[in-house]
């Protein structure tokens, strides 16, 4: 009897409990510090209306806690498809899936959202490191790191390439790169500037590290791959 699995195995399962306590735990902390500006925002969007909800942070925020069970949903019908097909881990792969698209495009969507005189207003770029961190605030780097925080966590998990910090820290520093210059080739009213770039890429890179541990390996299987199953002996 390996009594090294039979330990590891219930180890595993509580702490895997823990985790999901804790965010749970969290996910209602927020909710209830944001239960204010949610609630004033639900009208407009049970209405169905696009201004005052999907051009408005606190209707973003609420459409994207809203579509959680659909996102949870999408990862299941993805994991039972692999399961079926013996590929694996299916569980983490289509986590990794939909929390890259489900924790990413509402962020990029702020990013996106027009200021006071869009199309009329000159193009704005600030190039000089370091300048606007002090205009940010707090709450202005916060929001930053967290822009590409869950392509940070979940692109290694998913794909083996992008297993090491300095790649998840050139895929965020990209993907804000294309952000800023569409905010500048679209004129809407945004100074596109180097340090949200700088501080959205170390953003990538912290979530990367939080989930260094699910990382991807290249041994794995492949994901279009089945897992094939040894022979029989004859």
């Known amino acids: ?22 965010a749970v735990l969290g996910a209602a902390s927020v ?13 407009t969007c049970m209405a169905r209306r696009w201004h005052g909800c999907y051009d408005t ?13 659909l996102a949870v949903l999408v990862a299941w019908v993805l994991a039972r498809r692999r399961r079926a097909a013996g590929v694996v881990p299916a569980w983490r792969r289509s986590l ?9 495009v509402p962020f990029v969507w702020l990013t996106m959202m027009p200021g006071g005189e869009p199309g009329t207003a000159p193009a704005r ?23 590409f925080a869950a392509l940070g966590f979940f692109a290694p998990m998913r794909f083996a390439a992008l297993a090491s910090v300095p790649r998840i820290l050139a895929l965020g520093a990209g993907c804000s790169v294309l952000v800023e210059s569409a905010q500048y080739l679209l004129r809407l009213d945004r100074v ?25 390996t290249t041994g794995e299987t492949a994901p279009d791959q089945p897992r094939l199953e040894p022979a029989a002996a004859r």
């Open 125 to 147: 770029v600030s190039l000089v490191p370091l300048r606007d961190l002090v205009t940010m605030g707090p709450l202005g780097i916060a929001g930053n790191l967290l822009v």
């Open 192 to 216: 596109s500037s180097v340090d949200d770039v700088l501080v959205n890429a170390a953003g990538a890179a912290l979530a990367g590290l939080v989930s260094r541990r699910w990382w991807r």
């Open 96 to 104: 990794a899936e939909v929390g890259m698209v489900h924790g990413t």
């Open 1 to 22: 009897m390996d009594s090294t699995a039979s330990v590891t195995t219930p180890a595993r399962r509580t702490r895997g409990i823990v985790l999901a306590c804790l």
């Open 31 to 43: 909710l209830f510090l944001l239960r204010r500006p949610l609630m004033m925002a639900a009208p």
């Open 57 to 69: 942070f606190n209707g973003v925020v609420l459409m994207t806690l809203v579509t959680v069970p």
